[in-house]
Nanobody, 121 residues
């Protein structure tokens, strides 16, 4: 069974930085794309950033220039470096990964349990 475990959330002042990590463990063939989502109370789940197996990245407009997604394929880990944080970045952050359990079938998207990021003075 594959699990995704996030870490690195917490309370930070506006303008500060945090680095989130998400490590996948368990039996798998490989991981395709990896993602970071976020959800704040009363709002929909929002795709923050994605990274392909080859390192190609995409970001939602509000975080462009402030957040950086990266991955270490050897460690099955994805990171989200968050700089110049704003109160509106406050949310529960979730990682997700398209995990291949077989070379014959499509990957399955698995989710982490979430980590809270609070930006407040």
């Amino acid at each position: 069974q594959v699990q995704l475990v996030e870490s690195g959330g917490g309370l930070v002042q506006p303008g500060g930085s945090l680095r989130l990590s998400c490590a996948a463990s368990g039996s798998m063939v490989s991981i395709d794309s990896m993602y970071w989502y976020r959800q704040s109370p009363g709002n929909k789940l929002e795709l923050v950033a994605s990274v392909t197996k080859g390192g190609g990245t995409n970001y939602t407009d509000p975080v462009k220039g402030r957040f950086t997604i990266s991955r270490d394929n050897a460690k099955n880990t994805v990171y989200l470096e968050m700089n110049s944080l704003k109160p509106e970045d406050t949310a529960a952050y979730y990682c997700a990964a398209d995990v291949r359990f077989s070379t014959y079938f499509q990957p399955r998207t698995l989710w982490g349990q979430g980590t809270q990021v609070t930006v407040s003075s």
